[in-house]
């Protein structure tokens, strides 16, 4: 059989122990994505934005949960397809409800919004109390294996801490919100990867068993500890700077960020880690750099540019079921993750650059707006409150501020 050249390429490279461009390796037998430009787009004028934001708030705040029965809501659960005991798992109610209620507490008016703040207390309370000790968000008792409890832990953190930076800790709520804070980021610093740093969610067994860790995850897991420190808290300088060691070594020589671990030649050669499936972690990795003074505008520029000219393989995965779908393995999940990502990271860049980088992306997202005025990249009907609230927090970005690591908050 002739081969192609794509394909003596690759096999050349792996004779010789070298990395190629993954953009070479995607040539060889991937079927094209379906074709949408984000210059083709109609634009999202700013009454659009500020309107979807407005309209977010009822929204989000009708389908805050009970824990049980027909109580009031207090949660907003995250949903995907992996289940404890049937169950959601309790990292995710506590993440999912984290995420809703940052967002609730970003957008506009709070002060005048009085339903706005009592949910925002109720899943304050339930965040700071009866999930807190829950179990299954124990750091004592966590061991590995694939374990979502600390995505709650991040959460937790971002939340708490940006509520104290807003001045916006519901009323008698003080003392629940510093002890929930503390205990959170000690958790959270108490599963930090054994030798590596960093943090990852799917490791083998075994808490003090040395493995690779996750290059999203970390990102996530530094910036809600910046903003702890921002608010604070102590936070442990050598923590911080081996996850930021971590992160350094996470780009391949394509440009490109692997999913776990650090990169190798070999990287390159796996699709798995090839740029249209790493655009989401791409952008919260340079994010984070970039933030804790470490990074380079380039390399942010260049994962907004992926996000933009790869997004067609987001698209294609969402709100379709499986996980990690071949040729790159984009699973549903990386949907918004990586829209909030790439709509943080245009933040960093130099400000002539923003506006037209921030036309881009929002064209894309309100592309994928479902009618009733909400986003949700999963099969599961509950998720579009996570969803919604991504969405709002990635609209929001300009009007937010960042805390970075030693307070560094502006790329020069």
Known sequence: MKKTFCTRMVLAACAMHVSIPANVLAQQDVPPAPAIRASSLPPVSQEMLAAAVREGVPLLLSVQEPLAGDGPGVQWAYEGVYRVERQIPVGYRVGGTAIVALALAQAPGLAEDAPRRDAIARAVGYICGEAKDHPLMSAAKFDAGYDVRGWGYIEAVALLSRLKTLGAVPEGMSEAVDAGLRHYVEAL??????????????????????????????????????????????????????????????????????????????????????????????????????????????????????????????????????????????????????????????????????????????????????????????????????????????????????????KVNEVP
């Open 189 to 406: 610093i108490a599963i930090e990867m054994p030798e590596t740093g960093g943090w990852n969610y799917a490791r083998p067994a075994g808490k003090d068993v040395k493995a690779a860790p996750s290059s999203f995850m970390t990102a996530r897991a530094l910036q809600a500890l910046f903003e702890a420190a921002a608010a604070g808290e102590v936070v442990p300088a050598e923590v911080i700077e081996r996850g930021l060691d971590f992160l350094e070594t996470t780009r391949t020589t394509a440009g490109s960020v692997v999913y776990s671990g650090s990169s190798t030649p070999r990287s390159d050669l796996r699709s798995g880690d090839a740029t249209p499936g790493a655009v989401g972690r791409m952008c919260s990795v340079e994010a984070t750099l970039l933030l804790a003074g470490r990074g380079s505008v380039i390399h942010a520029r260049g994962a907004v540019d992926a996000f933009i000219n790869h997004w067609q393989w987001l698209e294609a995965r969402r709100q379709k079921t499986g996980t990690h779908v071949p040729p790159y393995g984009v699973a549903p999940y990386y949907f918004m993750f990586a829209h909030f990502y790439a709509a943080q990271c245009v933040e960093l860049l130099p400000e002539v650059e923003r506006g037209e980088y921030r036309r881009r992306i929002n064209a894309l997202l309100f592309s994928v707006r479902d009618e009733n005025g909400s986003w949700n990249d999963r099969v599961f009907e509950r998720s579009a409150a996570y969803g919604t609230a991504m969405a709002m927090s990635a609209i929001m970005q300009p009007a937010l501020s960042r805390s970075g690591y030693a």
